[in-house]
C-alpha cells in the first residue's frame, strides 16, 4: 500500500484538533475511524508545504506519511492513517519567510535603510523605527502591503494556539505586496522564491534535529 509523504501543521499545543485531541508524537500512527471526507473526517495532509500552510492552525510543523482509503483534491488530501515521521516548531522559519516575501519586492520601491535592514535581519529593535521610515516615504502605500507580509506572520505565529491559520494571512499579505508593486508573474516568482527558502530551511532544521537526537528515540 502506497504511503504519500505530506506536510501537516499543528496547533502549538501539538494537539489533534478532533477525535481524541491527544498530543501528537514522532513515531506515532494515528486512525480516524467512519467514512473519510476532506475538511470534515479522517487524517489529513498536504504534498506541498505552502498548501499545508494554508490550513495550519499553529506553527508546529510535521513531514507526515498518509496511507489507506485515500481522497486528494487540488490541495490537499485525506487518509485512513497518519504517521507522524519529523516534527519542529516553525515559527522562526515562518517569519524568515514573511520577511523574505516583502525583501523580494524591496527592489520595487526606494526603501529606506532602517527597512532594508530590519528585514534581512529581524532585528525586533529595529521594528519601529522601520514602520516610522516606511510611513515618510513617498511609496508607502506599496510599503504598506509588504509590511503586513513580515507583521502579519509574526503575529500569527505569536497567537497561533488562539486557532489562528499561522501562515495564511502572511501568504496573502506577501501576494498583496508583490501584486501592488509589480505584475502578477512577479508575484508568483516572489512566493515561490520565498517558498524554496523556507523549505529549504525547514528541511535543515529537520536534518539537524535528526542528526542529533538520541539514538532510539522518537
Not at 507522524?84 to 514573511?98: D, G, T, V
Request: hydrophobic share 45%; aromatic share 6%.
Amino acid at each position: 500500500m502506497e504511503k504519500i509523504k505530506c506536510w501537516h501543521f499543528l496547533q502549538s499545543n501539538k494537539q489533534l484538533r478532533w477525535g481524541t485531541k491527544e498530543v501528537c508524537k514522532v513515531g506515532k500512527i494515528y486512525t480516524a475511524e467512519g467514512e473519510l471526507k476532506l475538511c470534515k473526517n479522517g487524517m489529513h495532509g498536504s504534498r506541498k508545504i505552502t498548501d499545508a500552510l494554508q490550513y495550519a492552525p499553529g506553527n508546529i510543523c510535521c513531514q507526515v506519511e498518509i496511507w489507506d482509503e485515500v481522497v486528494e483534491d487540488k490541495d490537499k488530501l485525506v487518509g485512513r492513517n497518519r504517521k507522524i515521521l519529523e516534527m519542529i516548531n516553525a515559527e522562526k522559519i515562518l517569519r524568515k519567510f514573511a520577511r523574505l516575501c516583502a525583501l523580494d519586492v524591496i527592489d520595487k520601491w526606494d526603501a529606506p535603510e532602517v527597512v532594508i535592514k530590519y528585514l534581512k535581519t529581524g532585528n525586533e529593535k529595529l521594528r519601529a523605527a522601520a514602520w516610522h521610515a516606511a510611513r515618510a516615504a513617498a511609496e508607502y502605500a506599496a510599503w504598506a502591503a509588504a509590511w503586513d507580509a513580515a507583521s502579519a506572520a509574526a503575529r500569527a505565529a505569536a497567537r497561533a494556539s488562539a486557532g489562528t491559520a499561522a501562515m495564511s494571512a502572511a501568504m496573502s499579505a506577501a501576494g498583496a505586496a508583490a501584486s501592488a508593486a509589480a505584475s502578477a508573474a512577479e508575484a508568483e516568482a516572489a512566493r515561490a522564491a520565498a517558498s524554496d527558502r523556507m523549505i529549504d530551511g525547514i528541511l535543515t532544521v529537520l536534518e539537524t534535529e535528526i542528526a542529533y537526537r538520541p539514538r532510539g528515540s522518537k
